[in-house]
């Protein structure tokens, strides 16, 4: 009897922490969805941000905010668009590399350099972007600006990300190439890559969904910008950047739910497409 | 001791002075000498850790995957150095099939067949191709099991017809030997026979050279047989007379259920 009792007490306990670990984002959910769901209509997405005055008046009037957060989606998605063609094929090629040189020296240090790379503050990544590419480039805050600063951060997600999923790949399929007679590159390129195609596109995404809400070095770099702005020498606004001046405008706080809303959403979408994705074709 | 190891007449494969070491000066196999005859099933049998593995996949240079092994000695394919042939034309002669079934998890079973050639980068006209993976799946008795399917993935079969497969994918090639590293070890008893019975029919036109620690399997299938013990060769003969009237003693102690 007193088995069942204890047994009873540990199951209670483990059910208690289980709802306490999940409960912060149903909470955070709950609380975005109730604050922002109001301004989520067709205007939000098709719309750029309206200036204070606009947003004074429609609040004085009792309505909802007009305009939307167009010019940030965009934002957003041209930049992580640059900035993962240009991690996405370096961050691959490290991978593989890291992958084939397993214990050597020289790719111990490149692998401890990933590592503190993905611990460098974001805030910093974009101080050097801002004096890589807005100082001596393109000589003004930019979209390329900022996706340099987020395509630094992606590369070590990406890096290990490519080298885990390697792995997990059977030496016999490797093996089974090489007795084929096919050359060392082929196997690398027609054989690990296909085989370990969904789990390198999870830690792209995985990365995407990482830097789609960084906001710190996007100050620094990509600035913010009214309009859709889709030059990459042109600074240019971005969704989190958005959620920051609407929060500084105390006539657009409910655009700051909205959009965080909106935000939340695009990275939990990420992050279950990623998950779906590695669960169907993991061997 | 000169009956302890048979002479082969015309050898396809003559290895010769053949040592392998994975740490320098700890040889895995030391010293082995032997033919292999055209058009028989050959069996490699010992305990485990004995090098029969080892030596098996020298004899299509798959050591070259892993830079620390060292090989010395030669292995002679038709009496041309295998060590002096490309490693695509070597691989194309002697073809090999592991022990877990590995087909390309990304190929079809059509693909998987004529991976060899598509890797390579080697160009066939498409009724070429049909050609080849039909007469390959039809000498491994898959083609009545697969023919309407396949363009499906290679991994979508059962163990022993993915294990058939890889014996089509290396037998596209029309390779002169094939090397199999104890194929049905990873198979259950039905899939064992009917790999068994393909084996004992490709012996027509190829020459089949298996490592197996599975005792019964050699005497059932082999014209030939090996026994390896730490590395070395220590007897091989016809598998009728090895079986029934071993020499060695440590022969007769592996076969009779002393070690295994």
Known sequence: ?283 | MKDLIIKIENPVLDIKNLSISYNKGKYAVTNVNAGVKKNSVTAIMGPSGCGKSTLLRAINRMHELYPNIEVKGKIFLNNNDIFLMSSIEIRRKIGMVFQRPNPFPTMSIYDNVIAGYKLNGIRLKKNKKDEIVEKSLKDVVLWNEVKNSLKKKGTFLSGGQQQRLCIARALAFKPDVILLDEPTSALDPIATKKVEQLLIKLKENYTILLVTHNMSQAARMSDYSMFMYLGELVEYGKTKKLFINPVDKRTEEYLTGKFS
């Open chain 1, 1 to 283: 009897m007193e088995r069942v009792i204890k047994d009873k007490i540990f199951k209670g306990f483990v059910i208690l922490f289980a709802f306490i670990t999940i409960s912060p984002i149903i909470m955070i959910i709950y609380k975005l969805v109730i604050k922002g769901y109001r301004q989520i209509n067709i205007n939000f997405f098709m719309q750029n941000a309206p200036d204070t005055y606009e947003a004074m008046i429609a609040l004085n009037a009792g309505k909802i905010i007009p305009g939307g957060i167009l010019n940030g989606i965009t934002g957003t998605l041209f930049m992580v668009i640059i900035a993962s063609t240009i991690a996405i094929p370096i961050g691959l090629l490290i991978g593989v590399f890291l992958y084939e040189n397993k214990n050597k020296f020289y790719a111990n240090i490149v692998r401890d350099i990933t590592d503190i790379l993905q611990g460098v503050p974001s805030i910093v990544l974009g101080l050097i972007a801002y004096f890589w590419v807005v100082k001596s480039i393109t000589n003004g805050f930019s979209a390329l600006a900022g996706s340099v600063a987020l395509a630094i951060m992606m590369m070590p997600l990406i890096i290990r990300s490519t080298e885990e999923t390697l792995k997990m790949i059977p030496e016999t399929i490797k093996e089974a190439g090489f007795a084929l007679g096919v050359p060392y590159h082929k196997i690398i390129l027609r054989i690990l890559i296909p085989t370990s195609f969904s789990g390198l596109l999870t830690g792209s995404l995985l990365a995407i969904s990482r830097i789609i809400g960084e906001t710190a070095p996007l100050m620094l770099t990509a600035l913010g910008s009214s309009i859709v702005n889709l030059n990459i020498e042109k600074p240019t606004s971005a969704v989190p950047l958005l959620i920051w001046e609407f929060y500084n405008d105390p006539n657009m706080v409910d655009l700051v739910w909205s959009s965080s809303l909106f935000l939340m959403g695009f990275v939990l979408f990420l992050n279950i497409l990623s998950k779906s994705l590695n669960g169907e074709c993991r061997m």
